[in-house]
């Protein structure tokens, strides 16, 4: 698999009483349910963006094992909360047959966030959206409800740079990537590596669609 760069943070000042924080961080977890494209399809737009990785070293690149599909981010969730997903996202994949989807294009938020765009069944995608945002709402778990914008994020601007996204997002407007189909529902917790370390992601869990 192709690598890119490292995703790197802006350095923050210490809060007075770190611990707190600390204890804080491990009540909670930032948690997202989410799909992720097969490796063959990450490297095929890794191929593509390879240029870019050596023209803009500064853009904090999303390290290609993290790139994932959003179809509700949920916040920061108390982790006791967290086991209250796990049996309605299950039946919801053991009853969802795999979506066909396709990484396309290129675009960006706020001149800031550039992402590639996603191709393929998007009616069915908004329907699983719909789905699991209805299972999170009936455990009781309150989030912000945004729109669907179906997206991949592949990196994000320093503040001081505004033009390297748009210059990028404008050489991936020609990309079609192959089709694929969707293999698991991901719950995915990114409270991994905060602080002026890269962000990581992880699986809290994962379910298998519905065998075609």
Known sequence: MAEAPGQGTESTTAPADAGDLDRARAATVRVFVALAPPDDAKDELARE??????????????????????????????????????????????????????????????????????????????????????????????????????????????????????EVADGLAGFTGRRWATERLHLVGSNYGRGPGPIRYRDIESWSFARR
């Open 49 to 166: 963006l390879g240029p870019a990785y050596e023209a803009y070293p500064r853009l904090r690149w999303n390290r290609i094992e993290d790139w994932h599909i959003t179809l509700a981010f949920l916040g920061e969730l108390p982790v006791e909360t967290v086991p209250l997903l796990r049996p309605p996202l299950a039946e919801i994949a053991a009853a969802r047959r795999p979506l066909e989807l396709a990484l396309r294009g290129g675009g960006h938020f706020d001149d800031r966030v550039l992402w590639s765009g996603i191709d393929g069944d998007l009616d069915g995608l908004h329907r699983l959206a719909t789905e699991v945002r209805t299972v999170v709402k009936e455990c009781g778990i309150p989030f912000e409800d945004r729109p669907l914008r179906p997206h991949l994020t592949l990196a994000r601007a320093r503040r001081d740079d505004q033009a390297s996204v748009l």
